[in-house]
């Protein structure tokens, strides 16, 4: 794989991460409302000074460095993320991870005709040969696609804002899991299963999903997760993933959320999806006793 190519993939795969995690069913749904706020002041439970807990969205074109979310900042002293976007191995790490194993490619998991939909569509939205990722694993193309989708040319990401702000402030970065913890994840989905969704993206266009990423942004930045949340279980997907994408990740998180917020105060961001719903980081976080407050300016 050439240079700018291998720069590209790893631009983009933490951008598919949230948009696979994001999406939602009604087992999520059925869960206490929420109110309007992206941010959450976790206190109580043996916690001497709060912790903030944010939902991100992982490419955006209207991020917004809010005077509440300073304060938030100024007011802990480490940040914690999915992932260490620190970690000097990232880069090298997703590499490995990237490719599909036992002589698996792309164009041999498919049929001539979704082949030819699927990369005359990466063709035009990329200027990319989709030969080119065919050893790749195909939530590789996801991402690659995904990236289109901003209605802007400027999209950012609200970790990447975040690790400049941690950069500045000289704070430590803590992952919840490892890159290697989510490739994982990803890969209990059938390549077969996530190379159909990419058919159905290319037979429905690049119009029809940047309209969905548009809807999503609008209650996004209303600070709406449960407008988000109902926009996300419309798309919904198989209870089986929704488990292990979602589910089980934040169950994973929570005795380390306890762990870090006991030892000091912390800036928590992850994917807004992971924050409403039964299973839900804000009411798991409420079950293991702790104040789980939003936070309005």
Excluded at 184 to 208: C, H, R, W
Aim: proline share 3%; aromatic share 8%; with cysteine.
């Amino acid at each position: 794989m050439n240079k700018k190519l291998s720069l590209l993939v790893l631009s983009v795969l933490a951008l598919f991460i949230s948009c696979t995690t994001s999406k939602s069913t009604s087992k999520s749904a059925a869960a206490p409302k929420l109110e309007k706020s992206l941010l959450w002041k976790v206190s109580g439970n043996g916690i001497e000074k709060p912790s903030y807990l944010y939902g991100t969205i992982h490419l955006t074109c209207d991020y917004n460095y809010t005077d509440k979310l300073k304060k938030a900042f100024a007011e802990t002293d480490r940040l914690v993320l999915e992932i260490d976007m620190s970690d000097p191995k990232l880069q090298a790490n997703m590499m490995k991870l990237i490719f599909m194993e036992d002589g698996k490619t792309i164009q041999g998991l498919m049929n001539d005709e979704d082949y030819k939909k699927l990369s005359d569509f990466f063709k035009e939205q990329v200027g990319m040969s989709l030969k080119m990722f065919n050893t790749m694993k195909p939530f590789a193309i996801t991402a690659t696609l995904t990236s289109k989708m901003a209605i802007c040319d400027n999209g950012t990401a609200y970790e990447t804002e975040f690790m400049k702000v941690a950069k500045e402030q000289k704070e430590d970065v803590i992952g919840l899991e490892t890159i290697e913890d989510q490739m994982k994840v990803f890969d209990n989905i059938p390549y077969e299963e996530q190379l159909k969704s990419l058919v159905e993206m290319a037979t429905s266009g690049m119009d029809e999903s940047k309209k969905s990423f548009d809807e999503m942004t609008k209650f996004y930045n209303a600070e709406d997760l449960e407008g988000l949340l109902t926009v996300m279980t419309e798309q919904g997907m198989e209870a089986d993933f929704q488990e292990s994408l979602v589910d089980q990740r934040n169950r994973n998180w929570i005795p380390l959320i306890e762990e870090i917020a006991k030892e000091a105060p912390a800036f928590i961001g992850v994917g807004a999806l992971h924050l409403p719903g039964e299973q839900g980081v804000i009411n798991l976080l409420r079950k293991q006793g702790y104040t789980v407050e939003p936070v309005f300016d």
